[in-house]
Nanobody
């Protein structure tokens, strides 16, 4: 079992930055693809970014490309999402996710998720 705990959410102004962290416990996630999803009020949960086991492959949804960066620090069993140039439409609950079965960033992007975190709220004011 893997427990994922997100932190770093909060309130930011448009154009500002936030850095989300996702700490894993229970077992190592060094063999898991990791990623971030988000869900805005009244909308379905959507893919934001995923990263491969090695960290060499990443995927981003088009609306965050060039603004968000996903990274991982295996020694700390942690994955990050650096969010810059935030927009009000980035407001959502952000969830960390892990795919430890197929363990590929592209599979995780398509929704093959083994574990979810509890989510952290990000609110961007205009």
């Amino acid at each position: 079992q893997v427990q994922l705990v997100e932190s770093g959410g909060g309130l930011a102004q448009a154009g500002g930055s936030l850095r989300l962290s996702c700490a894993a416990s229970g077992r190592t996630t060094t063999t898991c693809a990791m990623g971030w999803f988000r869900q805005a009020p009244g909308k379905e949960r959507e893919f934001v970014a995923t990263i491969s086991v090695s960290g060499s492959t990443t995927y981003y949804r088009d609306s965050v490309k060039g603004r968000f960066t996903i990274s991982r620090e295996s020694a700390k069993n942690t994955v990050y999402l650096q969010m810059n140039s935030l927009k009000p439409e980035d407001t959502a609950v952000y969830y960390c996710a892990a795919d430890c079965t197929a363990a590929t960033a592209i599979a995780l992007r398509s929704g093959k998720i083994d574990y979810w975190g509890q989510g952290t709220q990000v609110t961007v004011s205009s």
